[in-house]
């Protein structure tokens, strides 16, 4: 719906009659370039109810993708004649506020995933990982939806010094693994008995 809308918008003089050939055109090759960049960026991987930022970067890759392919092919056989030249800029935002809305919503309203019940503190498993990575990015958001009163990520470890400092995922990088200590854990005192 959103070539048509950005035309209504644009108030465009291609909207009537004469010009059905035109905005049938132009919508069709705006559909067809919308479904191959949707589907190159894999924009239906994403889950609504963890819909993040590196989705919506996601999401206006494709957009943009698609707006230039639209733009340019039109450009190269028809001069985009009775086409105003703001409306693959006016589509682009259109869809994606209606794409990233709708996301938003859905987070928003998919609460159907239970919480899992807060339990003693001291049952919960500290981890500390070992790289910055999207992998521990990813594994990172596992456990903070899915396990946050058994296991908890306290720390990355990473050999970038750049990244000190920084944080994943609201866990920070502290130190190099290099620098890592093992502790064992202290024996109880035990008295000796001297024998006499």
């Known amino acids: 719906m959103a070539p048509p809308l950005a035309l209504y918008l644009r108030d465009a003089t291609v909207l009537s009659v004469k010009g059905t050939p035109t905005v049938l055109l132009y919508c069709s090759l705006s559909f067809v370039s919308s479904l191959i960049a949707f589907l190159a960026f894999r924009v239906s991987d994403g889950i609504s109810r963890y819909f993040s930022v590196h989705d919506a970067i996601r999401v206006i890759n494709a957009i943009i993708a698609s707006g230039l392919t639209t733009t340019m092919v039109l450009f190269t056989f028809t001069r985009l004649e009775g086409i105003p030249r703001s409306i693959p800029i006016l589509q682009g935002l259109v869809l994606a506020a209606g794409l990233l809305l709708t996301r938003g919503v859905m987070r928003l309203w998919d609460k159907d995933d239970p919480q899992a019940e807060a339990g003693d503190h001291s049952a919960v498993e500290h981890i500390i990982m070992i790289g910055s990575s999207r992998l521990t990015s990813l594994y990172i958001k596992l456990l903070q939806a899915h396990a946050p009163a058994q296991c908890e990520v306290i720390a990355v470890l990473d050999d970038n ?28 005192h035990r008295p000796r008995h001297h024998r006499r």
């Open 161 to 188: 010094q750049k990244l000190l400092g920084r944080t994943i995922c609201g866990v920070p990088v502290i130190a190099s693994p290099k620098h890592r200590r093992v502790c064992r854990p202290r024996r109880p």
